[in-house]
T-cell receptor, first 113, second 111 residues
Framework: DTGVSQNPRHKITKRGQNVTFRCDPI?????LYWYRQTLGQGPEFLTY????????KSRLLSDRFSAERPKGSFSTLEIQRTEQGDSAMYLC???????????FGPGTRLTVL | QQQVKQSPQSLIVQKGGIPIINCAYE??????FPWYQQFPGKGPALLIA?????SEKKEGRFTISFNKSAKQFSLHIMDSQPGDSATYFC??????????FGEGTQLTVNP
């Protein structure tokens, strides 16, 4: 399967714990995006990378959130001191360079108890 | 100015019908308008996309109509099938960066 992969697919955690998600983009896609989707809503942009450089961050990305893309390949999204409001589907997408087509992974469903 | 408004919220059609979903945007800097299909528990899947230099694009049973002056675009699904039952999202983007999504339309196609 050469699509975008995300791990884990589901994560249940207690409030206050830290969680980390991983995204592996489509091979040779140099743009990688993170979005968050809550139930009944469209995805909301969080941040994106071109290669290893983080080029844009949404105001939704509070200081408890950090994303990295070392070596311009896979990316990680960490949430520190999770809150119940962080419960959502976290989606990763990748894109081939300057083309707009973004291809999404299956998402990581986070539940904060 | 970054919003994309989508309607209706939900839509029920009979098999073979032609559901139409509409979106409107405000930001004239948007130059890319994709539609995504999402099944429960899955990520959005790109269906079809259009740029503002054309007024219509067809791919299989899916057609996008685009009205640049009205800042509106719509998705038509020809000969709809029960397997098309899903949530559909329009989106808009510019310069290869973030996509701004509509709120989604839950489509049900009855057999």
């Amino acid at each position: 399967d050469t699509g975008v992969s995300q791990n884990p697919r589901h994560k249940i955690t207690k409030r206050g714990q830290n969680v980390t998600f991983r995204c592996d983009p489509i091979s040779e896609h140099n743009r990688l995006y993170w979005y968050r989707q809550t139930l009944g809503q469209g995805p909301e942009f969080l941040t994106y990378f071109q290669n290893e450089a983080q080029l844009e961050k949404s105001r939704l990305l509070s200081d408890r959130f950090s994303a990295e893309r070392p070596k311009g390949s896979f990316s990680t999204l960490e949430i520190q001191r999770t809150e119940q409001g962080d419960s959502a589907m976290y989606l990763c997408a990748s894109s081939p360079g300057s083309f707009h087509e973004q291809f999404f992974g299956p998402g990581t469903r986070l539940t904060v108890l | 100015q970054q919003q994309v408004k989508q309607s209706p919220q939900s839509l029920i059609v009979q098999k073979g019908g032609i559901p139409i979903i509409n979106c409107a945007y405000e930001n004239t800097a948007f130059d890319y308008f994709p539609w995504y299909q999402q099944f429960p528990g899955k990520g959005p899947a790109l269906l079809i996309a259009i740029r503002p230099d054309v007024s219509e694009k067809k791919e299989g049973r899916f057609t996008i109509s685009f009205n640049k002056s009205a800042k509106q675009f719509s998705l038509h699904i020809m000969d709809s099938q029960p397997g098309d039952s899903a949530t559909y999202f329009c989106a808009a983007g510019g310069s290869g960066s973030r996509l701004t999504f509509g709120e989604g339309t839950q489509l049900t196609v009855n057999p």
